[in-house]
């Protein structure tokens, strides 16, 4: 009885303006301390969106750089190379780093790779301050690596390394799909069930994880890697936050050509080699199954449809991408096997989403300088598609053993990036949390 009462009363604060709760309800001496939740909440573990995770690297020997100052680093052991950007700016090391971070396929192996000689890493695995914290002048790139969802949970009881964690993750790869390798998520993945089965034994509740945007992938591949009875006995809800999925996007396509994927680049320089080197630009390319034969991709010449995506590669100029997108992106596209366990998909919806793309090149045989407009909207949340959400949504309410384990929330009036900014749905997004917390008071009450 004792532990419902506080439940109740923070269950009923919710229904109140945050401001108001934070200034006239938990003043400053009254704030929830750790040991007011010990044994209450469900750790969560927070997997941010693409740029969002740090990344240092290391390099050896075998490192050829294509000038020597780029080579500075060698044999000086780990460095920032994201997001620390004021070092590298300070440097003049933003270049260096845009071509540390180049990936290339190895077909052998049919993985990503590092470059030779380029060691990387990922920081602080674990703390929910891992990631997007490192340019505190950039406060949207804050809000939009989940900083503010974070504060809100520290509001509610949440503490980092306790009851609240964060799963950063190398971005330039893509998580695999059920058939495929990734030394790099591998790894990952093992580190992730082992923080998920220390702090679920500790607190003696199963775990939230919550994904935002392309974490919301990597938080739905991590589940789906888990043998079903650790899920089972480990996972309490996923909740997917605009998350990037199978069927894709356009935008994605739009972003492949102009090479700009990744956000906050500290440099004027071209990203377009360095990112379209990564496993992700092509992670979220449209699917047939849901964008068929319709021409996503218009130009002088002929146009594109989600079935032509490897004629576009070669067209523009990218033709080694051909092997590694059919062979690991696509594969995704019919990765369709439901999580098995509760989950909530909250997205976006109401925005101008681009759906066709224009590429005005001029009469060369390749589109290599070609620069995409966007010739047609349709509905989603400004990236995403709503009929990729919609077949996402169609299938896990089809899937025996999801169905009833699986909600949709669509929010209007936000977007890919303000639906973890905006306060009304962040509202949204934490009233699955506390819901997760809450069941038993919901019965409890007879609500
Ligand atoms: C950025 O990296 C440098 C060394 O590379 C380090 O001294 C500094 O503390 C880092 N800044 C932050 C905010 O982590
Ligand atoms: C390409 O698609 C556009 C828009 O749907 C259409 O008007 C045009 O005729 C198509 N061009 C070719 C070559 O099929
Ligand atoms: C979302 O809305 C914000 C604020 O209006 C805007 O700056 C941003 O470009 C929008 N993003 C997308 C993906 O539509």
């Given at each position: 009885m004792a532990s419902i009462v506080p439940v109740l009363l923070r269950l009923l604060l919710l229904l109140l303006p945050l401001p108001l709760i934070r200034d006239h309800l938990w003043p400053s001496h009254r704030r929830p301390t750790p040991q007011d939740d010990a044994g209450e909440l469900h750790p969560i573990f927070l997997v941010p969106g693409a740029s969002c995770s740090d990344l240092e690297a290391r390099l050896?020997?075998?490192?050829?750089?294509?000038?020597?100052?780029?080579?500075?680093?060698?044999?000086?052991?780990?460095?920032?190379?994201?997001?620390?950007?004021?070092?590298?700016?300070?440097?003049?090391?933003?270049?260096?780093?845009?071509?540390?971070?180049?990936?290339?396929?190895?077909?052998?192996?049919?993985?990503?790779?590092?470059?030779?000689?380029?060691?990387?890493?990922?920081?602080?695995?674990?703390?929910?301050?891992?990631?997007?914290?490192?340019?505190?002048?950039?406060?949207?790139?804050?809000?939009?690596?989940?900083?503010?969802?974070?504060?809100?949970?520290?509001?509610?009881?949440?503490?980092?390394?306790?009851?609240?964690?964060?799963?950063?993750?190398?971005?330039?790869?893509?998580?695999?799909?059920?058939?495929?390798?990734?030394?790099?998520?591998?790894?990952?993945?093992?580190?992730f069930m082992a923080l998920v089965e220390a702090a679920t034994k500790k607190k003696q509740k199963k775990a939230v994880i919550l994904g935002h945007s392309y974490g919301g992938m990597v938080a739905l591949e991590f589940v789906?890697?888990?043998?079903?009875?650790?899920?089972?006995?480990?996972?309490?809800?996923?909740?997917?936050?605009?998350?990037?999925?199978?069927?894709?996007?356009?935008?994605?396509?739009?972003?492949?050509?102009?090479?700009?994927?990744?956000?906050?680049?500290?440099?004027?320089?071209?990203?377009?080699?360095?990112?379209?080197?990564?496993?992700?630009?092509?992670?979220?390319?449209?699917?047939?199954?849901?964008?068929?034969?319709?021409?996503?991709?218009?130009?002088k010449r002929r146009n594109y449809s989600a079935c032509d995506m490897e004629d576009l590669l070669a067209a523009l100029g990218f033709g080694e991408g051909v092997e590694p997108f059919r062979r690991r992106a696509v594969p995704r596209m019919y990765s369709l096997e439901a999580p098995m366990v509760p989950m909530t998909c909250i997205n976006a919806v109401g925005n101008k989403t681009p759906l066709q793309l224009v590429l005005w090149d001029d009469d060369d045989d390749d589109l290599l300088d070609a620069s995409p407009e966007v010739a047609a909207y349709g509905d989603g949340d400004g990236e995403i598609n709503l009929i990729s959400m919609l077949a996402f949504d169609t299938e896990m309410g089809r899937q025996p053993g999801q169905e009833k384990r699986f909600k949709s929330v669509k929010i209007a009036n936000a977007n890919h990036s303000t639906i973890a900014i905006y306060?009304?749905?962040?509202?949204?997004i934490i009233q699955e949390i506390i819901e997760v917390n809450q069941l038993c008071v919901y019965r409890w009450v007879g609500w």
């Open positions: 050896t020997e075998a490192y050829r750089p294509s000038t020597a100052h780029c080579g500075a680093m060698k044999g000086k052991g780990w460095f920032g190379l994201w997001e620390n950007n004021t070092e590298l700016l300070v440097h003049d090391y933003a270049d260096c780093s845009l071509e540390q971070m180049t990936l290339v396929y190895d077909p052998a192996a049919n993985e990503y790779r590092n470059l030779p000689g380029v060691e990387t890493r990922v920081p602080n695995f674990g703390s929910a301050w891992s990631f997007g914290y490192k340019n505190p002048v950039n406060r949207l790139q804050r809000a939009q690596c989940l900083g503010k969802l974070r504060d809100w949970l520290e509001e509610l009881g949440y503490r980092d390394g306790d009851t609240m964690f964060g799963a950063p993750y190398d971005f330039r790869y893509a998580p695999p799909v059920p058939g495929q390798t990734s030394e790099v998520y591998s790894r990952y993945f093992s580190e789906r890697s888990t043998p079903r009875a650790w899920r089972d006995a480990h996972i309490e809800r996923l909740v997917l936050v605009a998350p990037t999925l199978q069927d894709g996007f356009v935008g994605s396509v739009m972003k492949f050509i102009t090479g700009t994927g990744i956000i906050f680049v500290p440099t004027a320089t071209s990203t377009r080699p360095m990112w379209r080197s990564f496993e992700s630009a092509m992670a979220s390319f449209p699917s047939p199954a849901v964008f068929g034969r319709e021409p996503l991709v218009v130009t306060d009304f749905a962040l509202k949204r």
